[in-house]
C-alpha cells in the first residue's frame, strides 16, 4: 500500500520536529513548514494526503492556509493542531471544511489514532456513486446530482451523508456521526453537526423521495420513499 503523506505546517519548529519523527516511525510519509505560506508551497508542490495546521503562524495563518487549500481541494484532510480553543475558534476551523480541531498539548498517540480511524473510515466498503431516491451522490466528487442539478457538498457534508447513506432506514446516533466526522463529541462539534444536517437537508430537499429524520436526542434517519 502506498504510504501516506502528511504535510505539517507549524512554526514550533522544535516540537514539530519531534512529532515529525513520531509520525515517520509510524511509517508516514512527512513534509514540513515552518510558515502558512511555505506550507502553502509545499501543498502546491506534493499534494499531501492529510495537512496538519497550527493556527498562528507568520506571514499567512492557518485560516488563511486552509481556505486556500479548500479551494483547491476538497478531498485532502486537514487537522487543526492548535492551542486556539475558543468554541468561535472551533467553529471557523469546521467552517473552512476542516476535518478535525485537536487542542495542544495533545498525545502523539491520540493523534496517530485519529489518522488511522479517518483513512480506514475512508476505505470503507460504501460504493464511491450510488442512487438515493431519485439523487445521484459521488462521495469522491462530494457532489448529489437531481434531475440533471449538480450540487457541490463540503467534505464534512459528503462524510455525513456517506454514512447515512450506509445506514438508510436505520437510525444513526449522534455520537457516532460525531466521532466519525469530528473526532470527538464535543458540545461545540454537536452545534456543527445541527448545521451541517440543515445544510444537507436543504441541498436534498427537491428530491421528494428523501427525507432525513431526526430522532431527539438519539441521531438521525435517512429514509428513501419508494415510487409506487
Same mark, same amino acid.
Given at each position: 500500500? #502506498?504510504?501516506?503523506?502528511?504535510?505539517?505546517?507549524?512554526?514550533?519548529?522544535? @516540537?514539530?520536529?519531534?512529532?515529525?519523527?513520531?509520525?515517520?516511525?509510524?511509517?508516514?510519509?512527512?513534509?514540513? !513548514?515552518?510558515? *502558512?505560506?511555505?506550507?502553502?508551497?509545499?501543498?502546491?508542490? %506534493?499534494?499531501?494526503?492529510?495537512?496538519?495546521?497550527?493556527?498562528?503562524?507568520?506571514?499567512? @495563518? *492557518?485560516? #488563511?492556509?486552509?481556505?486556500?487549500?479548500? =479551494?483547491?481541494?476538497?478531498?485532502?484532510?486537514?487537522?487543526?493542531? $492548535?492551542?486556539?480553543?475558543?468554541?468561535?475558534?472551533?467553529?471557523?476551523?469546521?467552517?473552512?471544511?476542516?476535518?478535525?480541531?485537536?487542542?495542544?498539548?495533545?498525545?502523539?498517540?491520540?493523534?496517530?489514532?485519529?489518522?488511522? =480511524?479517518?483513512?480506514?473510515?475512508?476505505?470503507?466498503?460504501?460504493?464511491?456513486?450510488?442512487?438515493? *431516491?431519485? $439523487?445521484?451522490?459521488?462521495?469522491?466528487?462530494? $457532489?448529489?446530482?437531481?434531475? *440533471?442539478?449538480?450540487?457541490?457538498?463540503?467534505?464534512?457534508?459528503?462524510?455525513?451523508? !456517506?454514512?447515512?447513506?450506509?445506514?438508510?432506514?436505520?437510525?444513526?446516533?449522534?455520537?457516532?456521526?460525531?466521532?466519525?466526522?469530528?473526532? @470527538?463529541?464535543?458540545? !461545540? @462539534?454537536?452545534?456543527?453537526? %445541527?448545521?451541517?444536517? $440543515?445544510?444537507?437537508?436543504?441541498?436534498?430537499?427537491?428530491?421528494?423521495?428523501?427525507?432525513?429524520?431526526?430522532?431527539?436526542?438519539?441521531?438521525?434517519?435517512?429514509?428513501?420513499? #419508494?415510487?409506487?
Amino acid at each position: 500500500m #502506498e504510504r501516506i503523506r502528511i504535510l505539517l505546517v507549524d512554526d514550533d519548529r522544535q @516540537n514539530s520536529e519531534l512529532l515529525r519523527k513520531f509520525l515517520e516511525v509510524e511509517d508516514y510519509e512527512v513534509d514540513y !513548514a515552518e510558515n *502558512g505560506r511555505a506550507g502553502w508551497e509545499m501543498y502546491a508542490a %506534493n499534494r499531501p494526503d492529510l495537512v496538519l495546521l497550527d493556527i498562528n503562524m507568520p506571514e499567512m @495563518n *492557518g485560516f #488563511e492556509l486552509a481556505r486556500k487549500i479548500r =479551494e483547491q481541494d476538497r478531498d485532502v484532510l486537514i487537522f487543526f493542531l $492548535t492551542d486556539r480553543t475558543e468554541k468561535a475558534d472551533r467553529l471557523k476551523g469546521f467552517d473552512l471544511k476542516g476535518n478535525d480541531y485537536i487542542p495542544k498539548p495533545f498525545y502523539p498517540e491520540e493523534l496517530i489514532a485519529k489518522i488511522r =480511524e479517518r483513512f480506514e473510515h475512508r476505505q470503507a466498503s460504501l460504493p464511491s456513486r450510488m442512487t438515493i *431516491g431519485q $439523487t445521484i451522490f459521488d462521495s469522491n466528487l462530494s $457532489t448529489i446530482e437531481y434531475a *440533471g442539478t449538480v450540487q457541490h457538498l463540503s467534505a464534512r457534508q459528503s462524510e455525513i451523508l !456517506a454514512i447515512l447513506a450506509k445506514h438508510i432506514g436505520q437510525t444513526v446516533e449522534r455520537s457516532y456521526l460525531l466521532e466519525h466526522v469530528w473526532g @470527538n463529541d464535543s458540545y !461545540a @462539534n454537536s452545534l456543527a453537526l %445541527n448545521v451541517q444536517i $440543515t445544510y444537507i437537508r436543504k441541498m436534498l430537499e427537491p428530491d421528494i423521495s428523501i427525507s432525513i429524520v431526526s430522532l431527539k436526542k438519539r441521531g438521525y434517519r435517512l429514509e428513501v420513499i #419508494e415510487s409506487t
